[in-house]
């Protein structure tokens, strides 16, 4: 998609990291969604051709004005919530500041200072909002159903993907590192596949320099244990590919020390995987207990094999889930939810006042 003229632009989403993250894949999803409503373009050092987009330098000489008066500038870092300030106070630009909030943690007095120059704050969960110390719109993120939906023939998909065809299937996805929680479930799963010969664990995902002893040291425990064909190690593979690897599992785990919100559950669960997960993140707020997962305490190795002890051992526990899992994430969380409810809060901002 070509570049657009900022003088068409009603809502900027900034991007200023080169480098993928979460932050610039919930953007990148977003934005052409969007579109689709309201005239919104990013803006980034670093972003997909077919994505619509105004280059960095417009910024700089774009008119004060947009079409509809006033900007929204949504901003999702410190960096970006810095510089709509800077294209306001200095260069005059009219711009609404809006920033998204995932963290769950005490904010620094830097970065309080600069929520507090904003116009409007939403937060990712009711949990990051309790964070804020100024009200906040609660918006969940949102997934792609038809990207994301249960497999038509999950045995010829394990076969085409080497994986085994029969028995459960238990996957836990993502970076591999200490924080994600990645060694709780390989400690689950070494316990789990001793009791029961048919289960295979499936670790997926990559890892950084400073985490590759750590990955190491989560295969050399595979191995000691007997167990390198039952608790696999696959690479990351590119986004568009991750669907068919959740469609094949059986029960899928987020076994997280620490998370900002946490994609992996609802993209299993419109596969129709049920999950099992710690309370952290949004993740409580993404699981119904009993219903469509289980959820236990973070670093409680127990209590997390435990739960997925009790799934595979009981016959009508992952049947029953499995469809429950899917239809709530068709009915909670949608992408296109997450786009409408973003762009309403634009449209407030965009017919309101002047900032004091």
């Not at 009711?126 to 023939?153: K, M, N, Q, W």
Request: hydrophobic letters at 45%; a positive charge; one cysteine or more.
């Amino acid at each position: 998609m070509p570049k657009i003229a900022s003088r068409q632009i009603d809502v900027i989403a900034p991007n200023f990291k080169r480098r993928l993250s979460g932050v610039t894949s919930t953007i990148i999803r977003l934005v052409p969604i969007q579109a689709r409503d309201i005239a919104i373009a990013a803006t980034g050092p670093a972003l997909p051709d077919d994505l619509p987009q105004i280059p960095l330098s417009a910024l700089l000489t774009m008119s004060r004005r947009g079409p509809s008066g006033w900007r929204v500038w949504h901003a999702r870092r410190n960096v970006e919530m810095l510089a709509g300030l800077a294209l306001r106070r200095l260069l005059g630009k009219r711009l609404k500041l809006l920033f998204t909030s995932a963290s769950q943690r005490q904010h620094s007095g830097y970065t309080k200072w600069l929520i507090a120059q904003m116009d409007d704050v939403i937060a990712t969960s009711a949990r990051t909002a309790a964070y804020l110390e100024r009200p906040a719109h609660v918006v969940h993120h949102g997934i792609d159903c038809g990207s994301f939906h249960p497999a038509a023939d999950k045995p010829a998909l394990r076969a085409e993907l080497g994986l085994p065809v029969t028995g459960p299937l238990i996957g836990c996805f993502g970076r591999i590192r200490a924080q994600k929680g990645t060694d709780v479930f390989v400690d689950a799963m070494i316990d789990i596949c001793r009791t029961q010969p048919d289960v295979t664990g499936l670790v997926m995902g990559g890892t950084t320099d400073s985490h590759k002893a750590f990955l190491a040291g989560l295969k050399n425990r595979v191995a000691e244990a007997g167990l390198d064909g039952r608790i696999l190690f696959l690479p990351e593979v590119p986004v568009w590919e991750t669907a068919r690897f959740y469609q094949v599992l059986d029960l899928y785990v987020a076994p997280q020390r620490w998370e900002g919100f946490g994609l992996t559950p609802i993209e299993a669960m419109a596969c129709a995987v049920p999950v099992v997960a710690t309370r952290v993140g949004a993740f409580e707020e993404l699981i119904v207990e009993g219903e469509t997962g289980r959820l236990v305490a973070a670093d409680d190795l127990p209590a997390l094999t435990a739960a997925v002890a009790d799934l595979l051992v009981d016959p009508d526990a992952l049947p029953r889930m499995a469809p429950a899992a899917r239809t709530h994430v068709e009915a909670q969380f949608r992408i296109e939810t997450e786009a409408a409810r973003l762009n309403a809060i634009y449209r407030r901002l965009l017919g309101s006042e002047a900032p004091a």
